[in-house]
């Protein structure tokens, strides 16, 4: 009778570590990737700036139309707006 709950526990015990080897690349990964977000959400950033200010000088130098600009800077922002909203859901 004592080799029952010995067995229970045994595998309790299997499940446990079989879980917590599955699991753990999970959540780490997820650490890693919150880590690198930062980095990622700025370059991002600094290509969107980048394309803003070639437009303006776009419009500057006559090349663009500012109904063309507004259309190109709402369009811009949708982009980035998507770009960044998967990273934050906030």
């Avoid at 776009?58 to 109904?67: E, H, M, S």
């Avoid at 369009?75 to 998967?86: C, G, H, K, Q, T």
């Amino acid at each position: 009778m004592t080799s029952i709950p010995l067995f229970w526990l045994a595998a309790f015990a299997l499940v446990a570590v079989t879980l917590a080897a599955l699991l753990w690349p999970l959540v780490r990964g997820r650490a890693d990737a919150q880590d690198e977000a930062p980095e990622e959400l700025a370059a991002a950033t600094t290509i969107y700036r980048d394309q803003k200010r070639q437009l303006d000088a776009d419009r500057a130098a006559g090349a663009i139309t500012a109904l063309e600009h507004e259309a190109a800077l709402d369009e811009l922002a949708s982009r980035l707006d998507a770009e960044i909203s998967p990273r934050h859901p906030e």
